[in-house]
């Protein structure tokens, strides 16, 4: 490596750092609130109150200039009601950060909208598999026709009746030829 390229790799690993450490403490400080503030957690938390009612109180107890992406972020998490992981979000912001494993993605696809029953059971059997930090996403494709397609970082699980289908034909157009 260049003498010019070693200094621009310092700089972006300055910046980076101290945009890590930015996030790592606005998200340590909401931690802090809502810990602290029973009432406002009991509220935000509650999915049967009004989404933008539990997002203004949420905002509103938020400490003063914290960066925009942060505030996206917890409305976000606010939103698909996965605001209880904000200390696990934080955890593995700072293992990533630290050059830690990232945590695996998980993406399970089924041809119809799996239950919550369904889905706890799968991420737990994933997780007995591959480790608790799994970042877990779930899609419907009814092009599936049944069963699963599991994606868990590189390897491919695939139990869907159209792969089964797929593979049939494959094996009887090969025959044929």
């Known amino acids: 490596m260049s003498d010019k390229q070693a200094r621009a790799q310092r700089y972006a690993q300055a910046v980076y750092q101290a945009m890590l450490e930015r996030w790592q403490s ?3 400080q909401v931690q802090a609130v809502l810990s602290k503030d029973r ?10 109150k009004d989404f933008g009612e539990r997002a ?16 996206n972020l917890l409305k ?7 605001l209880e992981l904000l200390p696990e979000v934080a955890g ?3 293992r990533v950060g630290s050059g830690g494993a990232a945590p695996l993605k998980a993406e399970i696809t ?24 799994l970042i877990f996403s779930f899609y419907v494709d009814p092009a599936l026709m049944g069963g699963l397609r599991v994606r868990v970082g590189d390897r491919l699980m695939d139990t869907s009746i159209a792969s089964r289908l797929a593979a049939l034909r494959e ?3 090969s025959v044929v030829r």
Do not use: F, I
């Open 110 to 133: 089924s041809a119809t909208e799996l239950s919550d029953k369904d889905k706890n059971a799968l991420r737990a059997a994933l997780a007995k598999q591959y480790g608790d930090d």
């Open 56 to 71: 203004k109180a949420l905002e509103a107890a938020l400490p003063a200039g914290l960066p925009v992406e942060v505030v």
């Open 39 to 48: 009432p406002l957690y009991t509220l935000v938390m509650d999915g049967s």
């Open 76 to 82: 976000l998490l606010l939103q698909e009601g996965d």
């Open 171 to 173: 094996s009887l157009t």
């Open 92 to 94: 593995a912001l700072s």
């Open 26 to 28: 606005a998200l340590d």
